[in-house]
């Protein structure tokens, strides 16, 4: 009897354990969701739940997450955006602490810490990295890989490299010396590191890519740049939006359709000699611009997708583009010598005879491209110019609000812009 009692209890014993060990070890420490606080985001709770709320840090782990922080400043960013004072000595609260800081840290690195559509008043429609941190946290801990997860999380190009290089540079001038110029400089990387963090890190390898802070485009075709030239883009104000958004075809000797805004703003009051002598005219209740010498969008226009009605264009104002400030149009973006541009597009896509038929007609025509070009407006007052670090004038104020959410200090308001008023085109 004892023997079988012995027995018995064995294999209780060991069903228990087998029972306990299905359910996640519930004798074993465990996180309380209630340490995490009711801020705590969706991304650490998915962390613990995935780990079936078992700790995640350790000595060594902690200390290479120590380590990481304190490199923040190499892309610009503040340590205590993430991780603010004394880690909380309480257990279940210093594991939250940690698991906080590390998803923000890594989220910033990967996606950026501001959210681009909050930061202006303006439209952002730019393709955006996705990453899931809490996965990817929960592995690298797994794999004992931490330091090299991080590493890998920010953009991995020559441009960013730099950038990051220069705001050590420039930030440590400013703490040596002080000087105003090496901490403006600094800030204004810190911006810009951020705006490349936003991007999605693989863009399509053919595409045209707008600086509207400086107000040029470069066309790359196959990962190799193609061509670069000077445009003309919103004056302030009147801001060129940051936009993802395809060409899809080529018109030729366009039909200005005069916004109902610009009407309203410019044109309501004038004569209809004024009008007539711009080659415009009624038709359907609707002011438009016909084809010729003063027509506003040139000889051609490249249409794109988007819910802005912004598209670039040639234009009859061929002197802006000689200017070293190219900020006059109403939004729209104007191409230096567009039929040249235009041509090359038409060259590279297969429809360059279609295109030049187009333009013999000297009346409105469409050319849809066989293979649609992405477009990317994209406003950056710090970047990568032939292998150095190019600076321009923020004309759009639109700096400080990253700058801001990114724990800088403010600047004084924008003065007021007076409109240029050389012409009414797009």
């Given at each position: ?42 991304d ?87 990453v899931d ?118 018109v ?7 916004p ?55 234009t ?28 090359l597009l ?68 924008r ?12």
């Amino acid at each position: 009897m004892r023997v079988h009692d012995c027995l018995g209890k064995a294999v209780a014993l060991a069903l228990l354990s087998v029972s306990l060990s299905a359910c996640g070890n519930l004798f074993s420490d465990q996180i309380d969701a209630k340490a995490l606080g009711a801020e705590a985001s969706s991304d650490v709770r998915a962390f613990y739940q995935a780990r079936q709320w078992q700790p995640a840090w350790d000595g060594k782990s902690e200390k290479q997450l120590a380590d990481i922080l304190d490199g923040a400043p190499l892309h610009g960013l503040k340590r205590e955006l993430f991780l603010k004072g004394e880690i909380p000595k309480d257990g279940d609260e210093r594991e939250a602490a940690l698991t906080r800081a590390a998803l923000r840290y890594a989220s910033a690195l990967a996606t950026g810490y501001s959210d681009p559509k909050k930061v202006n008043s303006e439209v952002y429609t730019l393709k955006r990295p996705k990453v899931d941190a809490a996965a990817g946290l929960s592995k690298a801990l797994a794999d004992d890989r931490l330091t090299e997860w991080f590493a890998s999380l920010a953009p991995q190009t020559d441009e960013y490299r730099l950038l990051s290089q220069e705001f050590a540079r420039y930030a440590k001038l400013n703490g040596s010396q002080g000087s105003p110029e090496a901490g403006e400089r600094a800030r204004q990387i810190a911006v810009n590191l951020e705006r490349l963090r936003w991007l999605d890190r693989d863009p399509p390898a053919t595409r045209i890519d707008v600086n509207t802070a400086a107000a040029f485009l470069e066309y790359r075709r196959n990962g190799a740049l193609r061509d670069r030239r000077n445009v003309v883009v919103g004056q302030p104000d009147w801001e060129t939006p940051q936009l993802g958004s395809p060409i899809f075809q080529l018109v030729a000797h366009p039909i200005w359709r005069v916004p109902d805004s610009i009407l309203e703003d410019e044109l309501k009051e004038k004569s209809p000699a004024y009008l007539a002598e711009q080659g415009m005219e009624w038709r359907d209740d609707r002011l438009v611009q016909l084809p010729g010498p003063k027509n506003s969008l040139g000889q051609v226009k490249f249409d794109m997708r988007n819910d802005q009605a912004i598209y670039l264009h040639d234009t009859a104002a061929k002197a802006l583009f000689g200017l070293p400030k190219r900020h006059r149009s109403h939004g729209c973006v104007r191409v230096q010598d567009a039929i040249g541009f235009a041509l090359l597009l038409a060259h590279d896509d297969g429809i360059l005879i279609d295109f030049q038929e187009a333009l013999t007609k000297g009346e409105e025509s469409f050319v849809k491209m066989k293979s649609e070009v992405p477009v990317r407006l994209m406003y950056r007052t710090a970047f990568l110019d032939d292998g150095k670090v190019r600076f321009v004038e923020d004309v759009y104020g639109w700096d400080d609000d990253v700058a801001y959410a990114l724990g800088y200090v403010r600047k004084p308001p924008r003065a007021k812009v007076e409109h240029a008023g050389e012409d009414v085109g797009p």
